[in-house]
Structure formats: C-alpha cells, structure tokens
C-alpha cells in the first residue's frame, strides 16, 4: 500500500485564527467542523492539560468525518507529574478516553519534560505498560535522551521518535524508529512563533516523500496563524492538495 502523509496543526481552537483561517463571527462550536473541511487530521493538545470525558472523545469522533485522524497529546499528569512511573492507572484512564475515537484514533504523543533525565529502567517499565495495538511517539526535551540506547529501545517496542524542531531549544534527531515518522514543528526561528520559509518546508516535503513510510506532521507555529499557511503549503508541496 501507498504510505500514507498526513499533515495538519497541533490544536484548532486559537482565538486568533479567528478573520485568519474561520471567517469572522463563525460560530466557534463549528470551528471543528470547519477545520475538518480542510484538513484531514489534527494534534489534540489540549489532552496534555486536561484529559475529557469519553462522552467529548465521542463526540469529536462523530462531528469529524470518516476519513479524519486524531492524533493525541498524553496528559502531563502521565509524563510531568508521574514522570512515567507508576502509571497503571492514568495509563488505563487515558485509554479508556482516547479509545471513543474509535478508528480515528492515530498515533498517541508522550512528550517527555525538559528536567526528566533518560532512566533505562523506567522506559522499559513504561514500554511495557504501553497498550500493544495502538500507535505510539515520544517526543524528548532532556538532552540525555539523545543517546543510542533510547534508539534502540523505541525500535524494539516499534515506537516513533518524534522529530521536534524548536528552534534549538531542545533536542532534534531523524531516526527511524517505528513504523511510522512523527513530525512536530514548533518554529524554527522562534519557538511557537516563526513562519517556515519556502525553502524549509521543501526540505520536509523532500524528506516525508523519500521516507516512504507513513507520516504525521503537525505545525506548532500558531502566532499570526503560521501553522495554518506552512500545513497549507508543505500538504501543497507534498502532493495532498
């Protein structure tokens, strides 16, 4: 089968979207739907601050159309405040909501935080509490975790080192490591606040064609609505639209 390229932005309900991507005064209750119309996934940030209902999962699954696909941020209270350790139950928690998405459910992100050093022990453990039939990324913020053995350990559990680029700020590494490529840009000038230029976006399109594997790009650059003119242009230039 065709690997499949999926590109959209992290999160869609920014205010000041508002006049930039929804025409002025569109209901904000129908901006998911308006966003659906143009894309055919999205990064669902706000899972990482507070986990919803499963009754909300649902209802995101039947407002989105049958083809679109929801990424999904793990709420911090897995990675920040447990740090990945005993997490059974939170684990257990989030799946039960994620799960109402049924076949939209794409590939779940765990953004490890910036102060939490690469413990070999506690990956494994998490590893292995990790559901088997879903699709995972982990996004690293502590420079201990650019280490060879974290590249090996997400080969064996067929886990997606997320490539992050924020503007120097953490680290960035191209590995194959799964199944999949997860893709995250923050900006690459100014964190969550730069636009991408031509030249870099056809870098990515370069690479997310060449990889032939299934890919999930989502633009974190939400100032002035970047993400929505750099996800419009890189889906161009990757041959979605």
Not at 31 to 47: C, D, G, K, M, P
Not at 178 to 205: D, M, V
Request: charged share 25%; proline share 5%.
């Amino acid at each position: 089968m065709r690997p499949q390229i999926y590109i959209g932005t992290s999160g869609w309900n920014y205010k000041h979207w508002e006049g930039i991507f929804y025409p002025k005064k569109y209901p904000k209750q129908k901006w998911l739907e308006f966003y659906a119309s143009h894309y055919t996934t999205v990064e669902l940030n706000a899972s990482f601050y507070r986990l919803s209902t499963p009754k909300t999962f649902e209802g995101w699954r039947e407002r989105t159309p049958d083809t679109f696909l929801w990424a999904v941020k793990a709420n911090r209270y897995i990675t920040h405040i447990k740090r990945l350790k005993s997490v059974e139950e939170p684990l257990q928690r989030f799946f039960n909501a994620v799960e109402h998405l049924g076949a939209k459910l794409g590939p779940i992100l765990f953004q490890i935080p910036p102060n939490l050093p690469f413990d070999e022990e506690t990956l494994d453990l998490f590893c292995k509490g990790l559901k088997k039939n879903l699709l995972y990324s982990i996004e690293i913020r502590h420079p201990s975790w650019a280490q060879k053995r974290v590249i090996e350990m997400l080969k064996d559990n067929n886990i997606a080192l997320c490539i992050s680029d924020s503007a120097g700020r953490y680290p960035y590494i191209e590995e194959n490591t799964a199944s999949f490529f997860y893709i995250r840009l923050h900006g690459s000038r100014k964190l969550y606040s730069s636009k991408y230029s031509e030249e870099e976006l056809q870098a990515y399109a370069r690479k997310i064609t060449g990889w032939k594997k299934d890919t999930y790009t989502y633009f974190d650059n939400d100032y002035g609505g970047y993400a929505i003119n750099n996800s419009k242009r890189l889906r161009e230039i990757s041959g979605l639209s």
